[in-house]
């Protein structure tokens, strides 16, 4: 019998899957397991469990799966031959319209032009529109994809620069060979990417100079990508507009961080991925991944281990 071994303790999730997977023996870390035997972990980054004491100490273990979508801190280095393999794509959708709501937030400026009172100051008629608007997306993986379509709605004008340039295979969105194209000439830049040795700090003091005056920048990827010191000088001096930020370093930051009250930020607490049902969907990959396993198939949202994502 096929041994799947949980690096956590959840009970509403070991039901589901003995309702999943049936004829699957079903066992739990711990910290006293100084020696397992598992075919298959199951394990979100932070487990019961740290994930290099997982790789060493499973005896047998052939495939790891990781109950969520982001895979930076992995040990990859100790992977060996395992299988490696995410929810990715559970959570797109909701991140997707965090990102659409943050740009027609910036564009409608809410809540900013609510009231509370008679207004005694008339209207200036300035707000935006996404209607022509120039969406610049760093990365086109699963969540720029569930973007593209969205903004599109919008009549916006898509450009995105991927890590090995091909052509864009979906009508409306073009993939740039150069970064500067994108940082130049969005309106609203999304960072869509996975964080890697390439990606760390892909926007440094020097690309943030480059980006257009008064562009929006919106980060649902990784706090790492992004030199937040320069976004503040960038931000101070008004060249860039705002900067929408569900994820930043350190998270949460301290009391009393500039990021808290400066103007120009919206930040929220890392939850652009809430929705509905998301660890169920999480919890859907895995099931379908693990009915592949059994029969000798592909498994989706396979790790690259070389690249790290």
Same mark, same amino acid.
């Not at 999730?13 to 739990?28: F, H, S």
């Not at 993986?141 to 864009?168: N, Q, Y």
């Not at 920048?217 to 010191?229: F, T």
């Given at each position: 019998?096929?041994?799947?071994?949980? *690096?956590?303790?959840?009970?509403?999730?070991?039901?589901?899957?003995?309702?999943?997977?049936?004829?699957?023996?079903?066992?739990?870390?711990?910290?006293?397991?100084?020696?397992?035997?598992?075919?298959?972990?199951?394990?979100?980054?932070?487990?019961?469990?740290?994930?290099?004491?997982?790789?060493?100490?499973?005896?047998?273990?052939?495939?790891?799966?990781?109950?969520?979508?982001?895979?930076?801190?992995?040990?990859?280095?100790?992977?060996?031959?395992?299988?490696?393999?995410?929810?990715?794509?559970?959570?797109?959708?909701?991140?997707?319209?965090?990102?659409?709501?943050?740009?027609?937030?910036?564009?409608?400026?809410?809540?900013?032009?609510?009231?509370?009172?008679?207004?005694?100051?008339?209207?200036?008629? *300035?707000?935006?529109?996404?209607?022509?608007?120039?969406?610049?997306?760093?990365?086109?993986?699963?969540?720029?994809?569930?973007?593209?379509?969205?903004?599109?709605?919008?009549?916006?004008?898509?450009?995105?620069?991927?890590?090995?340039?091909?052509?864009?295979?979906?009508?409306?969105?073009?993939?740039?060979?150069?970064?500067?194209?994108?940082?130049?000439?969005?309106?609203?830049?999304?960072?869509?990417?996975?964080?890697?040795?390439?990606?760390?700090?892909?926007? *440094?003091?020097?690309?943030?100079?480059?980006?257009?005056?008064?562009?929006?920048?919106? *980060?649902?990827?990784?706090?790492?990508?992004?030199?937040?010191?320069?976004?503040?000088?960038?931000?101070?001096?008004?060249?860039?507009?705002?900067?929408?930020?569900?994820?930043?370093?350190?998270?949460?930051?301290?009391?009393?961080?500039?990021?808290?009250?400066?103007?120009?930020?919206?930040?929220?607490?890392?939850?652009?991925?809430?929705?509905?049902?998301?660890?169920?969907?999480?919890?859907?990959?895995?099931?379908?991944?693990?009915?592949?396993?059994?029969?000798?198939?592909?498994?989706?949202?396979?790790?690259?281990?070389?690249?790290?994502?």
């Amino acid at each position: 019998m096929m041994r799947l071994a949980l *690096n956590f303790d959840n009970p509403g999730i070991e039901q589901a899957l003995i309702e999943g997977a049936p004829g699957i023996e079903i066992v739990k870390l711990s910290q006293d397991d100084v020696d397992c035997c598992a075919d298959i972990v199951l394990t979100p980054m932070k487990g019961s469990l740290a994930l290099p004491e997982v790789l060493t100490r499973c005896r047998g273990l052939r495939w790891v799966h990781v109950l969520g979508t982001g895979v930076d801190s992995f040990p990859f280095e100790l992977a060996g031959d395992r299988l490696i393999s995410c929810s990715r794509g559970a959570t797109a959708v909701p991140i997707a319209e965090w990102v659409l709501a943050m740009m027609l937030s910036f564009e409608k400026q809410l809540p900013e032009s609510w009231v509370t009172a008679p207004r005694t100051d008339g209207f200036s008629g *300035n707000l935006g529109t996404l209607e022509g608007r120039t969406l610049g997306l760093l990365g086109f993986g699963t969540i720029a994809r569930e973007i593209a379509p969205r903004a599109l709605a919008f009549d916006m004008r898509i450009v995105a620069k991927v890590r090995s340039h091909r052509p864009s295979p979906v009508t409306g969105v073009e993939f740039v060979e150069s970064l500067d194209t994108v940082l130049g000439e969005a309106d609203h830049l999304v960072l869509a990417l996975p964080a890697t040795s390439d990606s760390h700090g892909l926007l *440094n003091a020097s690309n943030l100079a480059r980006t257009k005056a008064g562009v929006h920048l919106v *980060n649902v990827a990784r706090a790492s990508l992004l030199d937040q010191e320069s976004l503040k000088e960038l931000l101070d001096s008004g060249h860039i507009a705002a900067a929408s930020l569900d994820v930043v370093e350190p998270e949460p930051p301290p009391a009393g961080h500039w990021l808290y009250s400066h103007p120009r930020v919206r930040l929220s607490p890392h939850i652009s991925w809430s929705g509905p049902k998301i660890v169920e969907k999480m919890l859907a990959k895995f099931l379908g991944n693990l009915r592949a396993f059994t029969k000798g198939e592909p498994l989706e949202g396979l790790v690259d281990v070389d690249a790290g994502y």
